[in-house]
């Protein structure tokens, strides 16, 4: 399994010999105005450049989908990404988003879905406290918003946990499913008003503690105006509990690599 750092969510994932290219966000830095609302709004988004040339970022089989906001799916990846790409979503609202902008090869991962082996278990989300959704218009912002479990015989489990704040529903997932890798949206992203909308430094220490043979990797920090936590704060923040050792921080561009047989016979080392 390997796990490259592109920017923001936006990630390769190279799973059971697949490559999978994560919640794309492909626009050169300061394209778009800041996220109205929002905590740094600004601040033009993306806040830095690509890491890798995009014709590597695109190379992959397939590209999966949590949800269709702009930090996850902007007009760039929507003009880049060959239309006959293999792309995985949510739900059948975002497969018709995607199928009105033209691509032709768009499936709903769920627990029937079968990709050369991958298994793939939706999972839920909550992109904001219970009083922003409680608030019909930004409820309607939020939206709906997913996590993937990735499955296969030859590796670990993987949780992609999404866009959400710690609710008890991502602890019951982590205890049912038992993630040998587990990726969090750790940026602390805040709307104003209604406080972060996804996970920051305390949620990674809250996995350890739940998952604590897990390996966890923090992504979606300091790519987007709002994200208020940086990859220098996580790190620091994971040596000062000491559970650096089992948490990593890719910079952008990175690629965490791990190493192991089947998870059958085989525990995988931390980084």
């Given at each position: 399994?390997?796990?490259?750092?592109?920017?923001?969510?936006?990630?390769?994932?190279?799973?059971?010999?697949?490559?999978?290219?994560?919640?794309?966000?492909?626009?050169?830095?300061?394209?778009?105005?800041?996220?109205?609302?929002?905590?740094?709004?600004?601040?033009?988004?993306?806040?830095?450049?690509?890491?890798?040339?995009?014709?590597?970022?695109?190379?992959?089989?397939?590209?999966?989908?949590?949800?269709?906001?702009?930090?996850?799916?902007?007009?760039?990846?929507?003009?880049?990404?060959?239309?006959?790409?293999?792309?995985?979503?949510?739900?059948?609202?975002?497969?018709?988003?995607?199928?009105?902008?033209?691509?032709?090869?768009?499936?709903?991962?769920?627990?029937?879905?079968?990709?050369?082996?991958?298994?793939?278990?939706?999972?839920?989300?909550?992109?904001?406290?219970?009083?922003?959704?409680?608030?019909?218009?930004?409820?309607?912002?939020?939206?709906?918003?997913?996590?993937?479990?990735?499955?296969?015989?030859?590796?670990?489990?993987?949780?992609?946990?999404?866009?959400?704040?710690?609710?008890?529903?991502?602890?019951?997932?982590?205890?049912?499913?038992?993630?040998?890798?587990?990726?969090?949206?750790?940026?602390?992203?805040?709307?104003?008003?209604?406080?972060?909308?996804?996970?920051?430094?305390?949620?990674?220490?809250?996995?350890?503690?739940?998952?604590?043979?897990?390996?966890?990797?923090?992504?979606?920090?300091?790519?987007?105006?709002?994200?208020?936590v940086t990859t220098q704060e996580m790190?620091?923040?994971?040596?000062?509990?000491?559970?650096?050792?089992?948490?990593?921080?890719?910079?952008?561009?990175?690629?965490?690599?791990?190493?192991?047989?089947?998870?059958?016979?085989?525990?995988?080392?931390?980084?």
């Amino acid at each position: 399994m390997k796990i490259t750092q592109i920017r923001n969510a936006t990630q390769i994932i190279e799973y059971a010999g697949k490559k999978f290219l994560i919640d794309p966000m492909l626009a050169p830095k300061g394209t778009y105005p800041g996220f109205e609302g929002t905590a740094n709004s600004h601040l033009s988004n993306p806040t830095v450049e690509l890491p890798l040339p995009i014709e590597s970022i695109i190379d992959v089989d397939a590209v999966l989908l949590t949800h269709t906001h702009p930090d996850h799916w902007d007009g760039a990846a929507v003009n880049i990404i060959p239309k006959d790409k293999t792309i995985f979503v949510q739900h059948e609202g975002d497969e018709a988003i995607l199928r009105s902008q033209g691509f032709t090869n768009v499936q709903i991962f769920s627990e029937e879905v079968d990709y050369h082996g991958i298994s793939f278990i939706r999972t839920v989300c909550q992109h904001g406290s219970h009083a922003a959704f409680q608030n019909e218009q930004m409820a309607d912002i939020l939206g709906e918003v997913t996590g993937v479990i990735f499955s296969h015989a030859t590796e670990e489990k993987l949780y992609l946990v999404g866009d959400t704040i710690w609710i008890p529903s991502v602890e019951q997932t982590m205890i049912k499913q038992q993630p040998g890798v587990v990726i969090l949206n750790t940026g602390w992203a805040h709307v104003l008003g209604f406080g972060p909308i996804i996970m920051g430094k305390e949620d990674v220490l809250k996995t350890h503690q739940v998952l604590p043979e897990a390996k966890i990797v923090a992504t979606h920090m300091g790519a987007v105006n709002h994200a208020l936590v940086t990859t220098q704060e996580m790190r620091a923040y994971a040596k000062a509990n000491m559970i650096h050792e089992c948490v990593f921080v890719p910079e952008d561009g990175e690629t965490v690599t791990l190493y192991g047989g089947s998870i059958k016979h085989h525990k995988m080392l931390c980084w």
